[in-house]
């Protein structure tokens, strides 16, 4: 751990704990995540960020000395089996420890409450490269199970197959999660809503960032359905796996960048949800790169804008221009 790690003091009980009756609790999102920093051999940030939001729900930012997609992750802890969204961007545990970290925070929790078969389910918001590549440093694990990345991995899973758009309930004994199917940023997203702490876990479909949408008609009902959702249930914050703009209205970091100072926060509202699908509808009909003021849309890439892209990003890396 660092000193970049928080912490929660409470008591050792192995009594069953109730996810129901203070829900959503009140955790602290008072953090300054790690951002990289302007010299990569003089950086000195952890290789994982650790951040007990309270004391049953853990958030994890990969460093962007290790990885410039700087992932979040999260831990959630029930009575029977914790659950580890993503495994973030890097493969090599020398680099990314993230076996070593979660053994860890398991390790401690059990200590503060001892019980028999505790379980890990690793699973995914979605497939990309950047959310799975540690999933290997798990897969002699006891007691684990990886959940693949592919789309009917995932369905068959949880059961989503059944219902993928009504949801289902995962439960991790008294902690019971509603996962949603939200395809659009790519096949196999999907939503986590935890009623404990009111958060909706959004993967690479809602964040203040760049939206990549591989699927437009599968993007606009997603959200469409999220919007729907946040109407009928208490969420406290919309949590997604980056952050990508910076705390300038409409100004984004560039692609790849290792060093974000005066980044947005990473947490976003129920009326920023509602925006993002507001602004999807707007240019529903219109393909290419639509700025708003907490993220931007990406309606389809083509030759053209991927290069732009890649091209601002390989400039800033280059020293050529500077936010």
């Not at 090599?92 to 053994?103: A, I, K, N, S, Y």
């Not at 009504?166 to 999660?177: A, E, I, K, M, T």
Request: proline fraction near 6%; charged fraction near 20%.
């Amino acid at each position: 751990m660092s000193d970049s790690t928080s912490t929660s003091t409470i008591s050792t009980t192995d009594a069953a704990i109730d996810f129901l009756t203070a829900a959503p609790v009140a955790g602290s999102l008072e953090v300054r995540w790690i951002h990289g920093a302007p010299n990569r051999r003089a950086a000195t940030d952890p290789a994982i960020q650790v951040h007990a939001y309270d004391e049953h729900t853990v958030i994890l930012r990969q460093s962007k000395g290790v990885s410039s997609e700087a992932p979040f992750m999260f831990l959630l802890f029930g009575n029977d089996r914790a659950l580890l969204l993503d495994t973030g961007a890097t493969a090599d545990p020398q680099r990314f420890p993230l076996r070593e970290t979660v053994d860890g925070l398991i390790g401690d929790w059990l200590t503060r409450h001892p019980r028999e078969g505790y379980e890990l389910v690793v699973a995914h918001t979605h497939g990309h490269n950047d959310h799975v590549a540690g999933d290997a440093q798990f897969a002699d694990r006891p007691s684990t199970t990886v959940v693949a990345r592919e789309i009917a991995a995932v369905h068959a899973f949880f059961g989503l197959a059944e219902r993928p758009e009504q949801g289902v309930d995962f439960d991790l004994g008294g902690r019971v999660l509603r996962l949603l199917a939200t395809p659009g940023h790519h096949a196999a997203s999907i939503t986590v809503y935890d009623p404990w702490t009111g958060i909706l876990f959004t993967g690479d479909t809602v964040l203040p960032g760049r939206l990549y949408v591989q699927d437009f008609p599968a993007f606009t009902a997603t959200m469409e359905r999220l919007v729907s959702f946040a109407g009928t249930h208490r969420v406290t914050h919309v949590f997604g796996c980056h952050v990508e703009m910076t705390d300038r209205p409409g100004a984004d970091f560039p692609l790849g960048a290792p060093y974000q100072p005066g980044e947005a926060a990473p947490q976003m509202t129920v009326e920023q949800l509602v925006a993002v699908r507001d602004a999807a509808l707007s240019v529903a009909d219109r393909p290419g790169i639509h700025g708003f003021d907490d993220f931007i849309i990406f309606h389809g890439m083509g030759l053209g804008n991927t290069a732009k892209l890649i091209g601002r990003g390989l400039a800033h890396r280059l020293g050529l221009i500077r936010l």
